[in-house]
């Protein structure tokens, strides 16, 4: 049976190109969380926020895809978006910066994402800037938190929610090679 499976991938890699196979054990895992920025929040200070711990399902995500946790080489955080979801006519333009931090029980906190001086009447989607980081330690974890480390620029009246969309990609290893 080990000879069959041997023979079909090596088939499939000379078929199809070894970055070809490559793509059957990749793909994307998508998160959302959400903070809510209070109408308290000072001016020109950082102002720390802690989503509740996220689950990261990565196990039945993994299963789904035809791997398993101890195959995989590398997750890296590929986008975070940020959208407002209230209040409705309000725009990211209180911001002066947001630094997004990643953490797991057993390892240490790292910077994930961050948008510095942002604008004036941004919009209520703001798309961050991502490090590239290995995070495959902090998703393959049962549960993982974010930090949001923000600075406004101008006093704001109302609580700001703030919902986070993140999307890692997974790479896994071929045929546990």
Request: hydrophobic residues 40%.
């Amino acid at each position: 049976m080990k000879n069959l499976i041997l023979f079909f991938a090596i088939s499939i890699m000379i078929g199809m190109g070894c970055k070809q196979v490559d793509k059957l054990t990749q793909f994307n895992m998508e998160y959302n969380a959400e903070v809510v920025i209070p109408s308290s929040a000072g001016i020109n200070l950082p102002f720390n926020l802690f989503t509740p711990d996220i689950e990261s399902n990565s196990e039945s995500t993994f299963a789904v895809n035809d791997t398993r946790k101890d195959l995989i080489e590398e997750i890296q955080l590929t986008s975070l978006g940020l959208t407002l979801a209230s209040p409705p006519d309000g725009d990211f333009g209180f911001l002066k910066s947001i630094e997004i931090f990643v953490s797991a029980d057993g390892h240490s906190e790292v910077m994930v994402a961050w948008k510095r001086d942002i604008p004036e009447n941004t919009g209520q989607f703001l798309a961050l800037e991502t490090t590239g980081t290995d995070l495959k330690e902090y998703i393959k974890a049962d549960e993982f938190k974010l930090r949001v480390n923000t600075i406004t620029d101008e006093v704001i009246a109302t609580d700001h929610q703030i919902d986070i969309n993140s999307v890692f990609f997974v790479d896994a290893k071929i045929l546990g090679q």
